[in-house]
């Protein structure tokens, strides 16, 4: 059973930074690559970034690209999300997932276990 839990969260002016983390369960890396969604009040949930399978690659919706940043370490089993010049419209709940090889990295369907999710909120 893989157990994911954010945190990070919070409520941050417009421009500032948060970085949120996904606490994964025993060998989570070794079976599933990581992604980070996030869903806004009445609207679907969305892609925001991801690893590739084997780790080396990283991918981005086109409106955080420059601004967000997918990490991990390892030894902690935890995936981070560093989110710099933060907007109002990226006021949301995030949350990460894991997906099994194979998997579409964009699509929430494909992710076979979620976080409870932690808010962001940017005010302007």
């Known amino acids: 059973q893989v157990q994911l839990v954010e945190s990070g969260g919070g409520l941050v002016q417009a421009g500032g930074s948060l970085r949120l983390s996904c606490a994964t369960s025993g060998r989570t890396f070794s079976s599933y690559a990581m992604g980070w969604f996030r869903q806004a009040p009445g609207k679907e949930r969305e892609f925001v970034a991801a690893?590739?399978?084997?780790?080396?690659?990283?991918y981005y919706v086109d409106s955080v690209k420059g601004r967000f940043t997918i990490t991990r370490d390892n030894a902690k089993n935890t995936v981070y999300l560093q989110m710099n010049s933060l907007k109002p419209e990226d006021t949301a709940i995030y949350y990460c997932?894991?997906?099994?090889?194979?998997?579409?990295?964009?699509?929430?369907?494909?992710?076979?276990?979620w976080g409870q999710g932690t808010q962001v909120t940017v005010s302007s």
């Open positions: 997932g894991a997906r099994s090889r194979g998997r579409s990295i964009y699509a929430r369907n494909d992710y076979a276990y």
């Open positions: 690893f590739s399978w084997s780790g080396s690659s990283t």
